[in-house]
């Protein structure tokens, strides 16, 4: 399916502060990009670089006042993902090297803290496939999709004890549980086609059978017509603005849509 996705937003910066951005997607085994545009304005000198987890970052420094930035993009994208029930659990020792790092405990995925909750929860499942997408079924049932409950510090811990959060949340909660169970993790950054409400969305995927495999706690069934903006091992890796000014800046309005174009 060939979708179109658009985001714009207005930064306010209260001193010139330098930014990377993570809003460039890639092209891929489940996508592929058509055409793009990427605008500030005012227009500023920038740079890209890839960074450790494959994602384009782009550098620049947002001048004191208001900064307006808009990214339009038009992808062919899966319609459906890719779906393995029977997919085995993959031994820790046949694990490609840059996959290894998913299984450790990162700044919101506590997983060496949640074993117990994890193994409950997947009880008499067959390793692998069988056991993530128990826990996805299990967020997507006992988690209140809901507002206002996190915060910036909010870990998959906090997010169990509020029994309350969104997709951020719902992510760091499977990623933590798969990672108790040797089971490699990591979180998505991107845009879902027919998203409600729409907005910037988070999902994750775990590697099993060889592959990585998409699991979303958010919805209630498989769907495709996603379009993958970064990876990383939680949110701390994957924030689509990270300012590095003397004071904060605030995005004060900010409007996604994804259409799709074929049909």
Same mark, same amino acid.
């Given at each position: 399916m060939?979708?179109?996705?658009?985001? =714009?937003?207005t930064?306010?910066?209260?001193a010139? =502060?330098p930014?990377?951005a993570v809003?460039?997607?890639?092209?891929?085994r489940?996508?592929?990009?058509v055409?793009e545009?990427?605008e500030?304005?005012?227009?500023?000198?920038?740079?890209e670089?890839?960074?450790?987890?494959g /994602?384009l970052c782009?550098r620049?420094?947002i001048?004191q006042? =208001?900064?307006?930035?808009e990214?339009?993009m038009v992808?062919?994208a899966d319609e459906q993902?890719?779906?393995?029930?029977?997919?085995?659990h993959?031994?820790?020792?046949?694990l490609p090297? $840059?996959?290894i790092h998913y299984l450790?405990?990162s700044?919101?995925?506590?997983?060496?803290?949640?074993?117990?909750k994890?193994?409950?929860?997947?009880?008499?499942c067959?390793?692998?496939?069988?056991q993530v997408e128990a826990i996805?079924?299990?967020i997507?049932? /006992?988690?209140e999709? &809901?507002?206002g409950?996190?915060?910036a510090?909010t870990?998959?811990? $906090?997010?169990?004890?509020?029994?309350?959060?969104v997709? &951020?949340?719902?992510?760091?909660?499977?990623?933590?549980?798969c990672?108790?169970l040797?089971?490699p993790? &990591?979180?998505?950054?991107?845009y879902?086609h027919r998203l409600d409400?729409?907005d910037m969305?988070?999902?994750f995927?775990?590697?099993v059978?060889?592959?990585?495999?998409?699991f979303?706690?958010?919805?209630?069934e498989a769907?495709?017509g996603r379009?993958v903006v970064a990876?990383?091992?939680?949110?701390?890796d994957?924030?689509?603005?990270?300012?590095?000014?003397p004071?904060s800046?605030k995005?004060?309005k900010m409007?996604?849509?994804?259409?799709?174009?074929?049909?």
């Open positions: 060939r979708l179109k996705a658009t985001c =714009s937003m930064i306010q910066a209260p010139d =502060s930014v990377i809003l460039r997607p890639r092209s891929g489940a996508q592929w990009m055409s545009r990427y500030l304005t005012p227009w500023v000198p920038t740079t670089y890839v960074d450790a987890y /994602n782009q620049f420094t001048p006042g =208001s900064m307006r930035i990214v339009e992808l062919q993902i890719a779906v393995a029930p029977d997919a085995p993959t031994p820790v020792s046949e090297d $840059d996959v450790l405990p700044r919101y995925c506590p997983s060496d803290r949640m074993g117990e994890a193994f409950g929860i997947v009880q008499g067959t390793p692998g496939y069988g996805r079924a299990w997507h049932e /006992n988690l999709y &809901r507002y409950v996190s915060e510090t870990d998959a811990l $906090d997010t169990l004890g509020h029994g309350a959060g997709c &951020r949340d719902f992510s760091h909660v499977g990623i933590s549980m990672r108790a040797k089971i993790a &990591r979180m998505v950054v991107g879902l409400p729409m969305h988070a999902w995927e775990a590697f059978g060889g592959r990585w495999y998409t979303d706690a958010t919805q209630a769907r495709g379009i990876y990383g091992r939680d949110a701390a994957v924030a689509f603005i990270s300012d590095y000014g004071q800046v995005v004060e409007q996604v849509a994804v259409t799709r174009l074929d049909g």
